[in-house]
């Protein structure tokens, strides 16, 4: 059997707002080879973000790789580094207190691709002077800068709700 390949992932969420406008970016790099993503979604949090960043960068792989992601999100990473997700998943997606795990779409998602491949999640420092860390930065909040030019109605649309179920 071919040995995997061995692929880093650089990841990062941003939330203008939390919940709010968010994006996630993410850097694919398979020997000198790098690839970048981002997108952005209208009601999310930050959480769903990083999470997310992560899920699609996998999603791209086209084979079953040796992945190494580096995420400054503790809320990933210490999902899988100390073992909760597993946890969640043997007891029904719930946490020991018995309450249900936020996110569970994304976490189930993203439990399935780490199936798939051999993944191991490092934490690195936010916004410190790791350089691919910053440009995933970069990426997700480019992502929601991107987002806010091209659908001007719908943040118009969606603060117009906020006012009125203030009132």
Not at 75 to 91: E, F, P, Q, S
Not at 146 to 154: G, L, N
């Amino acid at each position: 059997m071919a040995e995997k390949k061995k692929v880093t992932l650089y990841t990062d969420g941003a939330c203008s707002g939390n919940p709010g406008l968010g994006g996630y970016g993410g850097i694919l790099i398979y020997g000198a080879v790098e690839r970048e993503y981002s997108g952005a979604e209208l009601q999310t949090t930050n959480n769903r973000m990083e999470v997310t960043a992560v899920i699609e960068g996998l999603k791209r792989l086209k084979y079953p790789c040796k992945v190494e992601v580096y995420s400054d999100s503790a809320y990933t990473v210490n999902a899988y580094t100390n073992g909760w997700i597993y946890g969640w998943k043997r007891n029904g997606w719930k946490k020991a207190d018995g309450k249900p795990v936020l996110n569970v779409d994304l976490w189930e998602e993203l439990y399935r691709l780490t199936q798939e491949h051999e993944v191991t999640f490092i934490k690195v420092a936010g916004h410190a002077d790791n350089e691919l860390n910053n440009r995933c930065d970069k990426l997700a909040t480019g992502a929601i800068a991107e987002y806010r030019k091209q659908h001007p109605e719908e943040l118009l649309a969606l603060e117009e709700l906020k006012e009125e179920t203030q009132e």
